[in-house]
């Protein structure tokens, strides 16, 4: 066998362990995660033991106080970067086990990330800034910019689809990264703090958009926030806190049981 025939299914054989360890059928899923930075007496814990099931087609917020971990781990279940211990499994295969060019194809395909502050492209257009995740897989230009404008047009802003986002308002600017974080058809959308930087007004615009899409397209959302009129709105809620993930009793009064893993 050559060197890289055995590496293939080495990691085949890998990839088949960890489906088999974990078939819970959750789409995405964390065992354990931990997350420290830094080495030594000046190292911080940041994540302490995360587990978390997200079941196909949930919309589940995390809260917690600033500092509590909720964009580190939004980052590690979007394989932003990478756990100090533990596992991300998606569609109960461990993310770790996919070589890095799969892992970045997971990315761009598979999830779709907004940011608290939307990192758009300041001097490229709006159209530009959402096809941007098709343009990075190597479609054609023209055919891009349309499917691109299809999404501007889901998000309300077809007509602004010339300007450059540096032009745009801020709620206009999040809707163009959520419009950006669709593009690729994900399966799962991770939303950090996404009406963090918003006015009230422009924050309950992105609430619902958020909410129509997740439904519109059958995606599985989670989002941070601090907005306990977002958290409401979702079917189940989560605290973060000192490092692990717990329901929170104070919305606890949702339709979904919660998963025997989030009890601890
Ligand atoms: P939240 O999103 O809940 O506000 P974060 O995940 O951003 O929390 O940060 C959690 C903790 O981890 C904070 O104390 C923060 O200072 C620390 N932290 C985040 N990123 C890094 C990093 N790259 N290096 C060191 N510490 C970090
Ligand atoms: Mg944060």
Redesign the pocket.
């Known amino acids: 066998m050559t060197k890289s025939a055995a590496t293939i299914a080495a990691s085949d054989v890998k990839q088949a362990e960890n489906a088999r360890l974990n078939p819970s059928g959750a789409i995405l899923e964390a065992r354990e995660l931990r997350k420290i930075?830094?080495a030594g007496a000046g190292s911080?814990t940041?994540l302490d033991g995360i587990n978390l099931e997200l079941r196909t087609g949930e919309m589940v917020a995390v809260v917690?106080p600033?500092?509590?971990?909720?964009?580190?781990l939004l980052h590690l279940l979007a394989a932003l970067d990478t756990p100090t211990s533990g596992t991300v499994y998606f569609e109960s295969e461990a993310v770790e086990a996919h070589r890095d060019d799969s892992i970045a194809e997971f990315r761009n395909r598979r999830i779709g990330f907004v940011w608290q502050r939307h990192h758009l492209l300041p001097d490229f257009t709006a159209a530009e800034n959402v096809a941007m995740p098709l343009l990075m897989r190597d479609s054609r230009y023209a055919e891009a910019l349309s499917v691109a404008g299809q999404w501007l047009a889901e998000v309300g802003l077809a007509s602004k689809a010339q300007q450059n986002a540096a032009q745009l308002s801020g709620g206009e600017q999040q809707r163009v990264a959520i419009a950006r974080a669709l593009v690729s058809k994900p399966a799962v959308l991770l939303a950090d703090e996404p009406t963090g930087d918003l006015d009230e007004s422009n924050a309950v615009a992105v609430m619902d958009l958020l909410e129509r899409l997740h439904h519109t397209y059958r995606l599985t959302s989670i989002l941070?926030t601090h907005n306990p009129l977002l958290a409401k709105r979702c079917d189940r809620v989560l605290r973060l806190e000192h490092g692990l993930l717990r329901p929170d009793a104070a919305y606890q009064q949702g339709p979904s049981p919660v998963p025997e893993g989030e009890k601890s």
């Open positions: 930075y830094g911080v940041v917690g600033s500092g509590s971990g909720k964009s580190t941070a």
